[in-house]
């Protein structure tokens, strides 16, 4: 079965765009699977990003005067299907990839479907910024995906913004159902 994602990224003046797409494509065991449709807000005048020089980038740019938040443009970025796509990977526009991350997660994918109906996986990022030479430094020491088991529902706190979960890792690799999707980085189905 073919393994064709189509990658929704939303944007607002972000200068690590396309640094994004080509982490994607250069980290990809597949790349000529995969498609993105980009919707990008550019404030004030913020300036375009040019995708002229990679293939399967549907790029819309629209331009406003203040923020539309991610519920609108995530709208409109996942809603553009591509008719053979089988995965939306829908993730916000300063990320950075692993090696392997898209036969990875299609492998993560289908075991959940085994399992439950219509999953989604989703997760925030770990921490990254440029140091003084324009290297890419992480905020932590490991780059790890992290892993918890939610104990409730319950939104704990808010910090910075977002909900504080109490949680523990746990070491069999198993998902753990829990309430909560981030808006950051979620993988699905099309439909």
């Not at 003046?13 to 640094?19: F, I, M, T, V, Y």
């Not at 807000?41 to 040019?50: A, E, I, R, V």
Request: net charge negative; proline share 4%.
């Amino acid at each position: 079965m073919s393994s064709k994602i189509l990658v929704a990224i939303i944007s607002a003046n972000e200068k690590d765009l396309k640094q994004t797409v080509l982490s994607a494509i250069d980290n990809a065991d597949n790349p000529d699977n995969l498609s993105f449709v980009i919707f990008d807000s550019c404030l004030n005048g913020f300036p375009k990003t040019d995708f002229t020089d990679i293939k399967n980038v549907f790029y819309m740019n629209m331009e406003f005067s203040g923020t539309q938040g991610v519920g609108l443009a995530r709208l409109i970025a996942s809603s553009i299907i591509m008719p053979d796509t089988n995965y939306v990977l829908q993730l916000d526009s300063h990320m950075i990839f692993v090696k392997h991350w898209d036969t990875t997660i299609v492998e993560c994918f289908n075991k959940l479907e085994k399992i439950a109906k219509k999953p989604i996986i989703s997760s925030r990022a770990p921490a990254w910024t440029y140091d003084e030479s324009g290297s890419i430094l992480y905020a932590e020491v490991s780059n790890s995906p992290q892993k918890l088991i939610f104990k409730d529902s319950e939104v704990s706190a808010f910090q910075d913004g977002y909900p504080t979960i109490e949680g523990v890792g746990f070491e069999n690799g198993d998902y753990i159902e829990h309430n909560l999707i981030s808006a950051q980085f979620t993988f699905s189905r099309p439909d």
